[in-house]
């Protein structure tokens, strides 16, 4: 169905977008706020909404419909500035600040959007009406299943958020090893083992600096990729740390062409190193490592219902979460999940899961039996 909005200039008629009745309505209190629509500039544009120089009154996501006649692709220069920067800057400080300003805000923020798993990834829906704990909980189990992880078993959880999958693990006696570098994420996930007595534990250590004592049995990433551009370092880690026939799981967003975040997204939501997950040229790194590729799955329409439902839930608390972290940064969330929302609708981004295998050249595969 196409897009029903009524748009209210700050002078002059309403423009009306589509059929009636509208879904929502776009009202502009400024004239600079309205020539941001009337020029396509995304950037202005959303911080006119940030700064409510813009208001919607209706559903957000009809609004979001917007984007497709805007410019939202980073320009060559922000492309370029990130490249020079990653390549030959500090890269543990570039991606401590770009982790610290999205993950370091109070845990408070995020839980009252989030389902009981606290997944910053997306579930395995069967249906759109799912309930959301339940495709996290789906996710988890097969994430459980296809690596074959039993009581005992020793995972490392690179990027483990607010502990979700390690604690879903732990729960069967699985031990997890969790690293992060975000210190709210640390201390949460750290009081999280100690209160559950979890057969797990948690590190506050870089990637680039994780040296494990031993080999793991299998690894997960839920979400972290997006902040690990350098595929080819990962693949190494992940080879080297994984004992033979160990396995690993990822999950992620991608897109077909440009990677780099838009300028919203990069200003006020990710900074930094995150970027969309680049496919061909994770197959290939991994693939170079001696990692074997067991399924790549798309699962996009999964990701446009969870993200769908961490805004709607966000929608449902944003008062109390206004009041107590600010309108803008509450705005600027919905911004990001709404907007995730279209794009992964519209299939402008992706999402995929993939599982993977470490077999060393010399371990011969099994032929049928006699």
Request: hydrophobic share 40%.
């Amino acid at each position: 169905m196409g897009v029903r909005l009524l748009i209210e200039p700050p002078e002059g008629a309403p423009i009306r977008v589509g059929q009636a009745p509208e879904r929502a309505k776009v009202v502009f209190t400024t004239r600079a706020a309205f020539r941001s629509l009337v020029r396509g500039d995304h950037l202005a544009l959303a911080e006119a909404y940030l700064h409510c120089d813009v208001d919607v009154r209706g559903n957000l996501s009809e609004a979001m419909r917007v984007a497709e006649v805007l410019d939202l692709e980073a320009s060559m220069l922000a492309k370029l500035s990130f490249a020079l920067r990653y390549r030959f800057g500090d890269r543990r400080r570039f991606q401590q600040h770009s982790i610290a300003f999205h993950y370091d805000r109070p845990v408070d923020f995020f839980l009252p959007w989030f389902e009981r798993w606290r997944s910053y990834s997306h579930g395995f829906y069967q249906s759109p009406s799912d309930d959301s704990a339940q495709a996290q909980a789906r996710k988890f189990q097969y994430a459980i299943d296809a690596l074959e992880l039993a009581p005992g078993m020793r995972v490392l959880d690179i990027g483990a958020g607010w502990g979700g999958f390690l604690e879903y693990a732990g729960r069967q006696g699985i031990s997890v090893h969790g690293i992060t570098i975000s210190e709210q994420q640390h201390r949460f996930v750290r009081e999280l083992v100690r209160d559950h007595q979890l057969p797990c534990a948690v590190e506050k250590v870089d990637l680039v600096d994780f040296r494990p004592e031993r080999a793991f049995d299998a690894i997960v990433m839920m979400g972290s990729l997006e902040h690990l551009p350098d595929y080819e370092f990962v693949a190494r880690f992940v080879s080297s740390s994984l004992a033979p026939g160990g396995g690993v799981y990822a999950d992620f967003c991608s897109q077909r062409e440009s990677f780099q975040v838009g300028a919203f997204m990069r200003r006020y939501v990710w900074p930094g190193t995150a970027r969309y997950v680049n496919v061909p040229r994770l197959l290939d790194a991994w693939l170079r490592a001696g990692l074997d590729i067991e399924e790549l799955v798309d699962d996009t329409a999964s990701y446009a219902h969870t993200v769908r439902d961490w805004a709607n839930r966000l929608e449902g608390t944003r008062e109390d979460l206004a009041s107590k972290f600010g309108e803008q940064s509450v705005r600027a969330f919905l911004l990001y999940l709404w907007g995730s929302h279209h794009f992964l609708q519209h299939r402008r981004t992706q999402a995929y899961h993939l599982v993977a295998r470490f077999r060393p050249a010399t371990e011969a595969i099994e032929g049928p039996r006699r």
